[in-house]
């Protein structure tokens, strides 16, 4: 009964392939993020989604096209992927309000070759 | 420009002493401080967090000390242990907080 989920945990691709991930939370929250970890282990925000519409979208490739469904899942899909999108990419979730934890998911390493 | 300043980058701590990591933000809209503890291969995972209503807010051996005035707070550990060996990071919220800004992470590694 994983609270925020994600699939898969591993990918690896070639430069130019498109690939997606996926997300599922089951802890009825109402906002979904992407954010990014880098090999430094920076965690860069990349996208936001409550109720599904977005709210966040920082600065980030217009090949990044994240979609939800409903508010229980956001998926990421990258297309014509580069080597400098290999990193750690984490979903989580919070319900929109003060003092509200972020939930992590256990990560997705893409690895671009 | 980064938001939350974290320090030190690396720590190592021998088995049963203290673990301190600071942090440092300009923001004054912040109002929700939590604290993230990472192991490998794993998400990132709430450890405890403060408001700035409070200085101090302790749960078992971490505890967070909060200086409003001086925009720094800081995570304690306590009698650290090997199981603490993990990545911490202290990040900063304001209002609804949709939006999360994060420190740059404290590799810890607690020696036996």
């Known amino acids: 009964d994983t609270a925020v989920s994600q699939t898969p945990k591993y990918l690896v691709t070639q430069m130019g392939n498109d690939k997606s991930i996926k997300c599922e939370q089951n802890l009825g929250h109402d906002t979904m993020y992407w954010y990014k970890q880098d090999s430094k282990k920076f965690l860069k925000i990349m996208f936001s989604y409550n109720n599904k519409e977005l709210i966040i979208n920082e600065t980030v490739p217009n090949r990044f096209s994240p979609k939800s469904p409903d508010k229980a899942h956001l998926n990421l899909h990258i297309n014509s992927l580069e080597l400098g999108d290999s990193a750690v990419y984490f979903c989580?979730?919070?319900?929109?309000?003060?003092?509200?934890?972020?939930?992590f998911g256990n990560g997705t390493r893409l690895t671009v070759t | 420009q980064q938001q939350v300043k974290q320090s030190p980058q690396s720590l190592i701590v021998q088995k049963g002493g203290i673990s301190i990591i600071n942090c440092a933000y300009e923001?004054?809209?912040?109002?929700?401080f939590p604290w993230y503890q990472q192991f490998p291969g794993k998400g990132p995972a709430l450890l405890i967090a403060i408001r700035p209503d409070v200085s101090e807010k302790k749960e078992g051996r971490f505890t967070i000390s909060f200086n409003k005035s001086a925009k720094q707070f800081s995570l304690h550990i306590m009698d650290s242990q090997p199981g603490d060996s993990a990545t911490y990071f202290c990040?900063?919220?304001?209002?609804?907080?949709?939006?999360?800004?994060f420190g740059t992470g404290t590799s810890l590694t607690v020696i036996p």
């Open positions: 990040a900063a919220s304001a209002g609804t907080g949709n939006q999360f800004y």
């Open positions: 923001n004054t809209a912040f109002d929700y």
């Open positions: 989580a979730s919070n319900q929109v309000g003060p003092n509200s934890p972020l939930h």
